[in-house]
């Protein structure tokens, strides 16, 4: 039989898209997804997405041209934050299931609005992150499930890292409003305590900012100071 393939647009080539596409493509040690078929990259800039399509041998389109292919099924929100929620609607709009990545917004109001607009269109909405899914994550749920572990009360996560600055080459947006460590690497702690513990009744939280501003120690902007703007 054969398996109808799911047409696939990416909206955003940053950094991160290069890791979505050699897992998706089947690149290095991965084996890839084949019945995904990436039809097309668009970027608010389009010399960017141009440039990633050349790495990838794929083709660059704008985000209208995208929005507008009736072979695209599904995109792949890869933009800034605090663009999310912009973009993820236009795509909704316009017909299309959306996988995004993390957060999904960057308020709990903007995360409903994409929520209430998917149903509303009969449409699929995904957010990363999917590192639950892996193995280590899921033989933790096993032993939970299992109850060898007993009524559990509680649990912690850590993350310990000075900051994007070291290696990536266009921190600045990290800093940003809808960036800083619990809109970026939070996801990844709080989704698995949920899967692990069960939904949220309540929350609390205390914060701090260690520097007004930071400099970048990496490659193509070593030496511009960001400012720092989220906790």
């Keep these: 039989m054969t398996t109808k393939r799911l047409g696939i647009g990416f909206i955003g080539t940053g950094n991160i898209s ?15 997804f084949p019945v995904l ?12 997405s141009q440039a990633r399509a050349a790495e990838f041998g794929l083709t660059s389109m704008s985000i209208d041209e995208m929005l507008a292919s009736p072979d695209i099924q599904l995109i792949v929100n890869l933009t800034i934050p605090r663009a999310h929620v912009e973009v993820g609607l236009k795509c909704l709009a316009a017909g299309k299931h959306v996988y995004s990545e993390k957060p ?19 449409l699929r909405i995904g957010s990363a992150p999917d590192t639950f899914l892996g193995g280590s994550h899921q033989q933790a ?22 900051g994007h600055e070291a290696w990536h080459p266009d921190p600045a947006f990290y800093y940003d409003i809808g960036g800083g460590p619990v809109l970026d690497m939070g996801p990844y702690y709080i989704t698995d305590l949920v899967n692990l513990l069960g939904p949220v009744a309540r929350v ?6 260690l520097r007004l501003q930071r400099p970048v120690l990496s490659e193509p902007k070593k030496g511009q100071i960001m400012d720092v703007k989220v906790v």
């Design 104 to 122: 999904l917004g960057i308020t709990y109001a903007e995360g409903r609005k994409l929520l209430d607009a998917a149903n509303k269109a009969g």
């Design 141 to 162: 749920r096993a032993v939970v499930d299992s109850g060898a572990l007993g009524q559990l009360v509680g649990g912690t996560a850590f993350m310990q890292a000075p």
């Design 18 to 32: 290069s890791a979505y596409l050699r897992a998706m493509l089947g690149h290095e040690t991965m084996a890839g």
């Design 204 to 209: 609390s939280a205390m914060a701090s900012r």
């Design 37 to 48: 078929d990436i039809k097309a990259l668009a970027d608010m800039r389009p010399e960017a």
